[in-house]
């Protein structure tokens, strides 16, 4: 599989403060993979480095190939916060996207597939409706249509669901595995939910606290759809991500390595 994303030897600092020690993983084209770790360790700041958000101290970004700079009409984000806006009504919000990268006269012809989309994520009847009309839950699949009617080959993800009620965002995360496998993208996406990566991805890169580095490698090969509490194989599998988990909160040292379970 050709690498969609791949980070090598990165090593970032904010200030004094090291952030990454020295970060590999890649990321496969049309790949579901979830970025999993404690709170403050650094996901969203991968994202940050491949949206070329901010370059890294040492090692290297690649992006479909190429340094991040060169890749970014690859990319949408869709973040933890829907970030619609408030005057503008569903199918707007969505061609907002198309229009702050290709210019209007481009949204304008980008409209009916922006209903597509609205379609896609079950908003069809809420194409006029404004974001005050709208559950959290739909604000966010707005927002997730609005990250691919730009066409994206890569979806960043930043703890998406992680605002809503535990019902919405289990009917999300249904949603997000229905989309992605319609459209092939790949997608990366930042959780600190067990259950979640367990639920959605193809492979799991377990993070460390902070100077952060890759841990563990989990390809999860269990089909779809899944209920980590149910599958024998997904609890086995749940119940070590916990363990490992309450090592990295008592700061035991874990040695790395790539497990195929």
Same mark, same amino acid.
């Given at each position: 599989?050709?690498?969609?994303?791949?980070?090598?030897?990165?090593?970032?600092?904010?200030?004094?403060?090291?952030?990454?020690?020295? =970060?590999?993983?890649?990321? !496969? &084209?049309?790949e579901f993979v979830c970025l999993l770790?404690?709170?403050?360790?650094?996901?969203? *700041?991968?994202?940050? =480095?491949?949206?070329?958000?901010?370059?890294?101290?040492?090692?290297?970004?690649?992006?479909?190939?190429?340094?991040?700079?060169?890749?970014?009409?690859?990319?949408?984000?869709?973040?933890?916060?829907?970030?619609?806006?408030?005057?503008?009504?569903?199918?707007?919000?969505?061609?907002?996207?198309?229009?702050?990268?290709?210019?209007?006269?481009?949204?304008?012809?980008?409209?009916?597939?922006?209903?597509?989309?609205?379609?896609?994520? !079950?908003? *069809?009847?809420?194409?006029?409706?404004?974001? +005050?009309? =709208?559950?959290? !839950?739909?604000?966010? &699949?707005?927002?997730?249509?609005?990250?691919?009617?730009?066409?994206?080959?890569?979806?960043?993800?930043?703890?998406?669901? +992680?605002?809503?009620?535990?019902?919405?965002?289990?009917?999300?995360?249904?949603?997000?595995?229905?989309?992605?496998?319609?459209?092939?993208? *790949?997608?990366?996406?930042?959780?600190?939910?067990?259950?979640?990566?367990?639920?959605?991805?193809?492979?799991?890169? =377990?993070?460390?606290?902070?100077?952060?580095?890759?841990?563990?490698?989990?390809?999860?090969?269990?089909?779809?759809?899944?209920?980590?509490?149910?599958?024998?194989?997904?609890?086995?599998?749940?119940?070590?991500?916990?363990?490992?988990?309450?090592?990295?909160?008592?700061?035991?040292?874990?040695p790395s390595q790539e497990a195929e379970?």
């Amino acid at each position: 599989m050709a690498a969609a994303i791949v980070f090598e030897g990165v090593r970032l600092a904010f200030g004094r403060e090291p952030i990454y020690e020295r =970060l590999d993983f890649s990321v !496969g &084209r049309g790949e579901f993979v979830c970025l999993l770790g404690p709170s403050g360790c650094g996901k969203s *700041t991968a994202l940050r =480095l491949i949206g070329d958000l901010i370059e890294p101290d040492g090692g290297a970004v690649r992006v479909g190939g190429r340094a991040p700079r060169d890749a970014w009409g690859e990319v949408a984000f869709v973040f933890q916060s829907p970030r619609l806006a408030s005057w503008r009504n569903a199918l707007d919000n969505v061609l907002l996207g198309a229009q702050l990268r290709f210019g209007a006269a481009e949204a304008r012809r980008r409209e009916p597939r922006a209903r597509e989309l609205l379609a896609l994520v !079950g908003l *069809t009847e809420a194409a006029s409706k404004y974001p +005050s009309m =709208l559950s959290g !839950g739909e604000r966010q &699949r707005v927002a997730i249509a609005r990250a691919l009617v730009v066409e994206p080959s890569i979806v960043l993800m930043d703890e998406p669901f +992680s605002a809503l009620d535990p019902n919405t965002r289990r009917r999300l995360r249904a949603e997000i595995e229905r989309i992605w496998q319609r459209t092939g993208r *790949t997608v990366l996406f930042v959780t600190h939910d067990i259950d979640e990566a367990l639920t959605l991805a193809d492979r799991i890169v =377990l993070l460390s606290n902070k100077p952060t580095r890759v841990l563990e490698i989990v390809s999860v090969g269990t089909p779809r759809p899944r209920r980590p509490a149910e599958e024998p194989r997904l609890t086995a599998l749940r119940e070590r991500l916990h363990a490992l988990f309450r090592s990295i909160e008592s700061s035991s040292e874990i040695p790395s390595q790539e497990a195929e379970p």
